[in-house]
């Protein structure tokens, strides 16, 4: 992973709800412990990540929040982001009309794909090393990429917004960043996903429409949420006997208890086992494939709410597997 952490852009996708926010997290704790300048980006409504660090931030969008020991994090709006791009058309065009919502509306219907580009745009200025009074660029920008259709409709922009504008800065923007997202030196891209049937899917999917669109692969594939195989076979087979007839139970109470905790272990047991074989199937996918393309598991954090050290734990965990 040491490669991995040397690009200039890593891009976190997978469905909402499988842990990218946390993992981009503890991506970002790994980078910043390595000496790498590093900013995590949200999109959107999307505003956790000072908070899952310990630094309650009231920042407004497009502000850089500095949570410490050479870690930022920002959230950047797509709307925003073209409503300021707008408005510094200016000039040519009154701001009564640029600030109407129609004309908003207008725009991004006339130029699909704007919004996504703008905002690459914007990661993009952040790695770079002019960046006049903001300071120096940062050597790695880690996006917390929305849900998977919308990454994909951002990682499709530059391609989408170069057919539209041929000619004129956009254009030439759009080609750079074409650039950079099929570029394996500079650009990495994540996967995070569940052990469940419809998040593998999602995954493989994923990967296919990267591989159409920008020839690029996963550079990994993390498995989130995975559970200890706590019991073997022999333990297994004296759990079922002890279910099937009751033995060792006392009182009418001993034995409710017990048929409970049994089936909790037999439940935890086979949501293991569903998980080994969703990372069995995505190995076969992978297989045949670079041999930087990796699955690797990150367990299940048994935390009614995660923070900062169990963040810290999984930073840890990815460091010593990459
Ligand atoms: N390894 C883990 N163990 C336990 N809980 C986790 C783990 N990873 C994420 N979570 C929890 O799952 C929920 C969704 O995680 P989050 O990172 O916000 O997902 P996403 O950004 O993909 O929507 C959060 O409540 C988070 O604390
Ligand atoms: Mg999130």
Redesign the pocket.
Known sequence: MASLLDRKLLVVT?K????????TAALGLLAAGRGLRTIMVEVGDQR?LPALLGVPSEAEHGVEVELGNGLWSLTIDPDRVLHRWLSKLGGRVSARVLGSSSTFQYFVAAAPGAREMLSLVELWDLSQEQRGRRGAGYDLVIL?APATGHALAMLRSPRTFAAIARVGPLAGQARKLQKLLEDPARCGYLA?ALGTELAVTETIELQQALRDELARDLDATLL??ALPQRFDGEELAQIEAVGADGEGAGTNGEAALLATALRAARAVHERGRTQQNQIARLRRQRSGEQASARVLS????F?P??GLADVEQ?ADLLGRKL
Do not use: A, S, W, Y
Request: glycine letters at 22%; proline letters at 5%.
């Open positions: 997978g909402g709800g499988v842990g990218k926010t946390t993992i956790r917390d995070v989130n949420g990150v367990p299940f954090i935390q709410e995660l999984i």
